[in-house]
């Protein structure tokens, strides 16, 4: 079996008005998102899909193309020999966290555009190596931080830069969705008629994981970089969130949207000091990442100079909660996922002539003492339109996500983990990308790889 696909030269992109040809890698919850995305694009064609879990290709290959009267896409298990059809352009990485960036480096070896989900990077090693890869291929690398192609998070940077909230001095993120226990089980297969424990607020259906569903499943190619270990229900879809080994909890995985926004709106891109406090509550189950966390990270002054510092603050909250001051305190039947009965989800940022409020699809600033509503925006935008552009103008920043920024943003979801992990004050040196005489928190910025799926040192 091959280690890696073979490397391709970056050929110039056909022309502006050629069709796109895309990949979907992982379809279980999001890759089918991104399947639809495509498929609403001009010129654009969804030509081949991968899985691990080949039991999801009949129902995907129905809903997606024959029942729309679309031509039958290609079928791999396997995704290194997806990358060595040369008739794909350009690859969606919709896999579990811990392949994000091995996936993607590989595709981005063998020639293909890539788009890859949030988080980018399972730990700050595999992010440095996929923006190495980004800029020496120079393909176009789109990170999922989808927010970035929304006027609404756009026009939102801009007022907060402006000037407009004055000195902007602290973010809040925060990511507060109604989660169940995800139950303990044993190792290997379900018996038929045994249920299965799942996250309250998941759309995701789960699957009875009995013998005969597992014959076409590859676990092993699931596990790809990680330890070798036998199937558990709770390492395998959608709950391998809340284990280390693959996922980075909820910070890592719906609150890297509102870290990034964080990010951006302060202005800032690696902290010096890091914190974090949290735990596991109320669940005696198989979850190992904590279900409340709050991170604070402190960043230089930057253009402002002198002693002045930026603060930024990000809490995970899995249970009964507050609207903590967002600006939309009712139900948003458009975005449930974020402002619900059950979820609250966006941000806060102070400045010096009052607060602004953040949610997905619009911002509000209150201004003085009294907290007169102010200043307003909004707007979706199209993040797989902005992916498409890019690749026809062969220009990254149409892409509107840069891979490089993405990191950042990435990283500091990792660095929170690993100062939560340690139970200590961490100090970071952005230039080096290390703690400050802490080998003990260095050797959390990468994992132990298993062959043949590590992360290559020269890409």
Same mark, same amino acid.
């Given at each position: 079996?091959? /280690? ?44 081949? *899909?991968? !899985? ?12 997606? =193309? ?14 290194? @020999?997806? %990358? ?10 919709? /896999? ?43 393909? +176009? ?18 007022? *907060? ?15 507060? @969705? ?36 597992? @014959?076409?499943?590859? $676990? ?29 909890? &909820? ?8 870290? !990034? +926004? ?22 005696? !189950? ?9 991170? +604070?990270?402190?960043? #230089? ?12 603050? =990000? ?13 939309? #305190? ?19 940022? $102070? ?18 003492? &009294?907290?007169? #509503? ?12 902005? %992916? ?40 970071? &040196?952005?230039? /080096? ?8 928190? &260095?050797?959390?910025? /990468? ?13």
């Amino acid at each position: 079996m091959a /280690t890696a696909p073979t490397i391709l030269a970056n050929s110039n992109w056909k022309g502006a008005n050629d069709r796109v040809n895309v990949a979907v890698i992982g379809i279980r919850g999001m890759g089918q998102n991104h399947i639809m995305g495509y498929q609403q694009q001009k010129n654009v064609e969804v030509i081949a *899909l991968c !899985d691990i879990d080949k039991n999801l290709f009949p129902s995907r290959v129905k809903k997606h =193309f024959t029942d729309k009267g679309l031509r039958e896409p290609e079928l791999y298990q396997d995704l290194r @020999k997806l %990358f060595e059809n040369k008739d794909i352009d350009a690859v969606s990485v919709v /896999t579990p966290n811990h392949w994000h960036a091995l996936a993607s480096i590989w595709a981005i070896q063998a020639g293909k555009h890539v788009s890859v989900e949030k988080p980018c990077c399972h730990n700050i090693y595999e992010g440095q190596k996929l923006v190495e890869a980004a800029k020496k291929y120079k393909v +176009i690398v789109q990170d999922g931080a989808e927010q970035r192609s929304n006027p609404c998070a756009i026009s939102m940077a801009e007022y *907060l830069h402006s000037g407009k909230l004055g000195e902007v001095y602290m973010a809040k993120g925060m990511c507060y @969705k109604w989660r169940d226990s995800i139950g303990k089980y044993p190792d290997g297969p379900m018996e038929p008629g045994e249920k299965f424990a799942t996250t309250v607020g998941s759309t995701d259906y789960v699957e009875p994981y009995t013998r005969e569903y597992l @014959k076409y499943v590859d $676990y092993d190619l699931w596990l790809g970089p990680a330890h070798k270990q036998p199937f558990n229900r709770n390492r395998f879809h959608y709950n391998w969130h809340w284990n280390w080994e693959y996922g980075n909890g &909820d910070m890592g995985n719906q609150g890297v949207h509102e870290m !990034d +926004i964080a990010r951006w709106g302060l202005g800032v891109k690696l902290p010096l000091k890091i914190s974090a406090t949290g735990g596991h509550f109320m669940f005696d !189950d198989a979850q190992n990442t904590p279900n409340q966390l709050l991170s +604070i990270f402190e960043f #230089p002054a930057g253009k402002a100079g002198g002693e002045k510092k930026k603060i930024l603050q =990000f809490e995970v909250r899995f249970w009964i909660t507050n609207q903590e001051g967002l600006s939309n #305190p009712v139900e948003d039947k458009n975005n449930k996922y974020m402002t619900s009965s059950s979820n609250n989800i966006g941000n806060l940022f $102070y400045g010096s002539e009052g607060y602004m409020s953040k949610n997905l699809n619009d911002w509000q600033v209150y201004k003085g003492r &009294d907290r007169k #509503p102010a200043e307003t925006g909004g707007g979706l935008g199209d993040h797989y339109g902005n %992916f498409i552009r890019a690749i026809r103008a062969n220009d990254q920043s149409l892409a509107m996500a840069n891979i490089e920024e993405g990191f950042y943003s990435c990283a500091l979801i990792h660095l929170g983990n690993i100062a939560y992990r340690l139970g200590r004050t961490l100090e970071f &040196d952005p230039q /080096t990308m290390k703690f400050k005489n802490d080998t003990e928190a &260095d050797s959390l910025l /990468t994992r132990e790889y298993r062959d043949p799926f590590r992360v290559p040192e020269k890409v």
